[in-house]
C-alpha cells in the first residue's frame, strides 16, 4: 500500500519508506499511525482475531476402518441417561490397531456410517459387535478435550491410587438380568465379592471369568466393602451398569489393597469396638465403680480379669502353610487369644 507526501504531493511511497522518494520529505506522522494500526488489525485476524479455518485446535473427524475379526479394543463411557448426546466418549484404548490415532477423550461418533447421536448406549454397543467387517468407525479427536481428560486421570490418580496398582477391566451390562453369580471373598481373604458363576449378560461378554473380583459398580468402589454392601450397591446401580473387575490371578494385589485400606479403619476403632464387645458380654465382670475411670486401664483390668470368656466363636476360612488351600474352620475368639477347631466338637486346635 502507498502513501502520499504531503508537500510534494508525490503518491507512489511504498509503506516501508519513511521519505518521500521524490522530495526527501519525512513521512507525515498520522500516516505512520494509520499503518501501526491497519498492521496490529491484520496481526489480530491472523492469529485469532479472524477465520479460525486453519485453527489446528478445532475438532476433526477420522475414519478408521476395522479388518475382519477384528475387535474395537477400547473402553467406552456410558452416558448417564443411557441416551448418546454426541459421540460415545473413549475412556481407554486396548488396540494396536489404533495406537498413535485414537486416544482416551476422543468421541466415536459413526458407527458403519450411522450417527451414534440419539443413540441407545446398548444399541450403539450392538452395532460395533455385530456389522459385519470391515467396519467403518468415525472418531471425533479434539486436543482440548484429550488434554481435559490426561488432566481429571491424573487427578483421580492423586485422589485414589488403587486404579495405577490394580489391574482391571470393563464390563457394561444392559437392563435385565446380568446373570452373574457373587460370592462372599472372605474365604479369599479379602473383603468385598467375587465371581462365582456366569450366565446371560455376564457369560455372552466373554470377558469375566469365575474367581474374578469385583472392583467398582459404576464408578463406586466396592473391593473394600463388606458382602452385602457389595450387593446393595448392584440392586441400586441405575442401568446400563459398568461393572469393573480385578483379574483372579491378580489376587495378591487385592489383598495387599485390602490389607492397607483396613488397617486404619481397625486401628480407630479397635479401642471402642473392643470395650463395647466385653461392656456387653454375661459373662465378663462389669465395673460399677467410678465412671470417671480411665478407659485404658478398665479395659486392661477387663482383659486380666476374663482372660477366658468368649467374645465371638463360629466358622471361618483359613489359607494352609503348605498347600496354600483355603479351608473352613471354627474359630473361638476370646479375651486372650484366638483358636480354630476343625469343628465345634473338636478339642484340638
Request: contains cysteine.
Amino acid at each position: 500500500m502507498a502513501w502520499t507526501c504531503t508537500a510534494c504531493e508525490f503518491a507512489a511511497n511504498e509503506d516501508g519508506q519513511d521519505a518521500c522518494v521524490a522530495c526527501g520529505s519525512e513521512r507525515p506522522e498520522e500516516e505512520t499511525q494509520e499503518e501501526e494500526v491497519k498492521a496490529e488489525a491484520n496481526g489480530g485476524a491472523e492469529y485469532g482475531g479472524g477465520d479460525t479455518d486453519g485453527d489446528d485446535s478445532a475438532p476433526e473427524v477420522v475414519v478408521i476402518e476395522l479388518p475382519a475379526k477384528e475387535k474395537l479394543g477400547v473402553k467406552l463411557m456410558p452416558p448417564k441417561d443411557g441416551v448418546i448426546s454426541h459421540g460415545l466418549p473413549i475412556d481407554n484404548v486396548d488396540n494396536p490397531l489404533l495406537d498413535n490415532k485414537v486416544q482416551a477423550g476422543d468421541l466415536i461418533v459413526a458407527i458403519g456410517g450411522q450417527s451414534v447421536d440419539g443413540m441407545g448406549f446398548s444399541d450403539a454397543i450392538d452395532l460395533i459387535r455385530k456389522l459385519p467387517r470391515p467396519l467403518a468407525i468415525s472418531f471425533e479427536i479434539d486436543e482440548l478435550r484429550r488434554q481435559e481428560v490426561v488432566r481429571e486421570k491424573f487427578q483421580r490418580s492423586k485422589d485414589n491410587d488403587l486404579d495405577t496398582q490394580l489391574t482391571t477391566y470393563a464390563v457394561v451390562f444392559d437392563k435385565g438380568p446380568m446373570g452373574l453369580n457373587l460370592e462372599e471373598a472372605v474365604r479369599y481373604g479379602i473383603d468385598g465379592a467375587v465371581v462365582r458363576a456366569l450366565k446371560g449378560q455376564a457369560k455372552t461378554s466373554g470377558m469375566i471369568t469365575v474367581g474374578d473380583i469385583v472392583y467398582k459398580v459404576n464408578e463406586t468402589d466396592v473391593l473394600c466393602m463388606p458382602y452385602l454392601e457389595v450387593m446393595n450397591v448392584l440392586r441400586n446401580a441405575t442401568a446400563p451398569k459398568t461393572l469393573q473387575f480385578v483379574p483372579k490371578d491378580k489376587l495378591a494385589d487385592v489383598q495387599r489393597v485390602n490389607s492397607r485400606h483396613s488397617e486404619s479403619f481397625r486401628i480407630r476403632e479397635s479401642t471402642s469396638h473392643v470395650k463395647q464387645k466385653l461392656m456387653n458380654n454375661p459373662r465378663l465382670v462389669k465395673d460399677d465403680g467410678n465412671n470417671d475411670a480411665d478407659d485404658n486401664q478398665s479395659i486392661a483390668r477387663l482383659i486380666l480379669e476374663n482372660q477366658a470368656a468368649t467374645i465371638k466363636k463360629g466358622r471361618m476360612y483359613k489359607q494352609g502353610r503348605v498347600m496354600r488351600n483355603w479351608k473352613s474352620r471354627y474359630f473361638v475368639l476370646s479375651v486372650s487369644k484366638m483358636e480354630y477347631f476343625k469343628s465345634p466338637s473338636s478339642t484340638t486346635s
